[in-house]
């Protein structure tokens, strides 16, 4: 679920590059992000200054179409991890450290699973690539704490 939203937000992001693209071509420039995409492409769409030809409304008509429906897409499976979140008292456990949302909190246990398999909470956070400060000289290891 998480690696399939990731795939769309990616496309998403890649989709309104292109719009902004080639928008800029014809010397419209729009903010980066995408909202800033989302908000203006009515306002392009009405074309009321005459800037933009026939055939290009046509086709930035078309991805506009093609965002709303990656919109729609990732907002189904954010759909479906916020059911999973009310389902399982595990994401609920984290959701409740501060930082942890619905998304990071049920990735967290999809990929961990069952946490019993860590000797302890280090040798989890090494798992995950969160490794602790060093002070160590002279041979002699000095691990700090995890941030």
């Known amino acids: ?4 939203r990731s795939r769309l937000i990616r496309a998403r992001t890649a989709l309104c590059n292109e719009i902004r693209g080639l928008l800029g071509e ?9 909202s800033q995409v989302r908000q203006a492409l009515p306002m392009l769409l009405e074309n009321s200054d005459g800037k933009l030809n026939a055939r290009f409304l046509q086709l ?11 919109d ?9 991890i916020a059911a999973a979140v009310k389902s399982d008292e595990r994401i609920q ?17 999809a990929a961990v699973g069952d946490a019993t398999q860590f000797s ?9 690539g969160l ?17």
């Open 72 to 80: 729609d897409r990732v907002k189904a499976h954010d759909q479906r």
């Open 26 to 34: 014809f010397g419209i420039v729009i903010a980066l992000g995408v």
């Open 120 to 128: 302890s909470g280090r040798d989890m956070a090494a798992w995950l």
């Open 131 to 147: 490794v602790p400060r060093q002070n160590s000289s002279g041979g002699k290891e000095r691990l700090g704490h995890i941030s």
């Open 1 to 4: 679920e998480h690696r399939i």
């Open 93 to 109: 456990r984290l959701m409740a450290i501060e930082g942890f949302g619905p998304i990071s909190a049920s990735a967290l246990v």
């Open 60 to 70: 930035l008509c078309e991805l506009a179409e093609e965002l709303r429906e990656v």
